[in-house]
């Protein structure tokens, strides 16, 4: 059964850095203050009354929860031991710097309830976490996320290729060490550049060029598909267009409300332009959950397999694994996937 997160959103609360890319206040829509015990308990109790008997995790997101004065930390996660003991919630989720992780404070925040710890690896680049202002080198990072794996705490990774200094093919080094670290989730943030932030002032400049959406996506492609093959799930793509994030605040680079389907679509547009050829009469089945990455945003893959004259037909099949696809021309019938039958490069990004 899935579970609920209650989110509280505790803007750049403990965070002793002002990364160059960094409104956490815009993009969560916080004003910076924290929740008092009742906020928290009060708002428990609404997502409960709707959540139909499925199991609930608090999530503290934004900020560094473990650079908050310890008292403060405790004040927070008080409210919620009672829940835990009686099995109101499951669990309880944070997020955090790597540079402010050990092992007495896990073993601490393990006691009380505390699962899941996400951090903001951004790159594993010391040249573009300087560029960036992260105040931490790489090797930060993934101490923290052994520390954290050590003390049984699931463990995920925040990455945001396009950072000042950033290429793709530091991007995909990046990924491949926090696979090779063992996270168990991560989330992809392509670089948004917000305004206010020192990332506008030198983007306006002319100093620093974000990625483009076209050039995101086919990245986070990649990122995506080399997570997928390393069975390293992804839990999202691109800052989630609601709360304070808008068109107005968004200065440049790679921003969709629907990053996360634009990329997957990509995945499935690529393998078939490689297995159908134009002029082609096709059919493509799929799983019925992976129908709208099929189709793409706005029916945007079906449009673009209109325009090399590839007539297709989308049909649901639930005996295919969600990954997969098969592609029927003249009768014949092969199953791809986009896992293993997309042959990105990295010099095609």
Not at 29 to 52: F, H, K, Q, V, Y
Request: hydrophobic share 40%.
């Amino acid at each position: 059964m899935k579970t609920v997160t209650v989110p509280f959103f505790i803007s750049h609360q403990g965070c002793p850095h002002s990364c160059v890319f960094c409104d956490q206040r815009t993009i969560s829509g916080a004003n910076g203050t924290l929740p008092t015990g009742t906020e928290i308990s009060e708002r428990i109790d609404l997502w409960r009354s709707t959540a139909a008997g499925r199991p609930l995790e608090v999530a503290f997101f934004g900020g560094t929860f473990t650079a908050l004065p310890e008292q403060t930390q405790s004040e927070l996660l008080a409210p919620l031991q009672p829940l835990l003991q009686n099995g109101t919630l499951e669990s309880v989720r944070i997020s955090t710097r790597p540079d402010y992780i050990n092992a007495d404070h896990v073993a601490w925040l393990s006691e009380r309830g505390v699962r899941t710890i996400e951090l903001g690896v951004q790159s594993l680049d010391d040249a573009v976490l300087s560029a960036s202002g992260r105040g931490h080198a790489a090797a930060a990072s993934l101490s923290a996320i052994r520390c954290i794996k050590e003390q049984g705490v699931r463990v995920g990774a925040q990455l945001m290729p396009g950072l000042p200094g950033d290429t793709p093919a530091l991007s995909l080094a990046t990924l491949e060490q926090v696979i090779a670290a063992n996270v168990d989730f991560m989330r992809i943030y392509p670089v948004v550049v917000l305004r206010g932030t020192e990332l506008a002032g030198r983007y306006t400049a002319g100093e620093y060029t974000p990625l483009s959406l076209e050039k995101g996506v086919r990245l986070s492609a990649l990122l995506l598909q080399r997570a997928m093959q390393a069975d390293i799930s992804v839990i999202r793509i691109g800052l989630q267009a609601d709360h304070g994030l808008t068109v107005d605040s968004v200065l440049a680079g790679c921003w969709h409300p629907a990053l996360g389907q634009l990329v997957r679509s990509r995945l499935y547009a690529d393998l078939i332009n490689r297995v159908v050829s134009p002029g082609e009469r096709v059919t493509v089945y799929c799983h019925p959950a992976r129908l709208s990455d099929l189709v793409g945003v706005k029916r945007s893959n079906l449009h673009d397999q209109s325009s090399r004259g590839v007539q297709m037909q989308v049909v649901p099949d639930a005996v295919l694994r969600k990954e997969e696809i098969k592609v029927e021309i003249e009768s014949i019938s092969t199953v791809y996937s986009i896992i293993k039958d997309n042959n990105y490069s990295i010099h095609e990004v």
